[in-house]
């Protein structure tokens, strides 16, 4: 199929990574302008935004293409769908891998990591940075067939360590656990595909199917056998879902 204008994709990783964790993502999907910035002091910078979803998404704004694609991936996902929603002339089309609106769970929401869980995990990380970033890859594995291959990838993408907690994955930590979009999701009125894995620990199946609902127009693709880490995991079917999607978008 002809398209019908040049599609511009922005990809937003997730946290304690770098923007090579697209590579093999990208590499499938094929011929298309891609951006892949940084998100906020992920970069080896000092991050200048608050520890805010809406600061971050401000942030990285000045970089969006005009009517893009935004891909986002776990934190990025979040990012995105707040890009989405503050800036929606900006956003054309959303597609959004192991996403979320709300990681920690509360008794209105089961659908997350249990709070205590995720505290722990923020402390280790400031006492323990190296070995907390490696319980969290090892966690992003779970539910993989080939997990033993897969978790020196997420180590060779993921933010380099010297053995001291980087204010940027604080921040990023931050983002994560006080997040809630619940309440704005119907503001979103752009397209919306997501992507998730059967399996994902991290994120469960369940919060994308009530995101997918939430949302005003949306649509699920559920990988089996699958965990959190799409993008190094099952970069050729992602790539086959996207380029489905953008097809329907260029539809007359």
Known sequence: MTRKKKTSLFFLHGWAMTPAVWQPLIAAIG?????????????GNIPFAAPALAAWADALAPALPLKATVI????????????????PDRVERLILLGATPRFVSTPDWP??????????????????????LRRF?????LGETSRRQLLPQLEAVAVPHTGVPLPALVDGL????????????AEIRQPVRLIHGSNDAL???EAARRLTAALPCARLSV?????????????NECAEIIRASLDERDEP
Request: proline fraction near 8%; glycine fraction near 10%; charged fraction near 15%.
């Open 72 to 87: 986002g991936w776990s934190l990025g996902a979040l990012l995105a769908l707040e890009l989405a929603r503050i800036h």
């Open 31 to 43: 011929a298309f302008e891609t951006h892949t910035p940084a998100l906020p002091g992920h970069d």
């Open 137 to 141: 890859l090892t966690l992003q594995t």
């Open 223 to 235: 990988l089996e056998h699958c965990g959190h880490a799409l993008p190094l995991s099952r970069p």
């Open 174 to 185: 931050k983002i994560l656990t006080g997040s809630d979009l619940r309440p704005q999701l």
């Open 111 to 132: 659908h997350g990591l249990d709070a205590a869980t995720v505290s722990s995990f923020t402390d280790g990380y400031i006492g323990q940075p190296t070995q907390t």
């Open 203 to 205: 994120m469960p199946l």
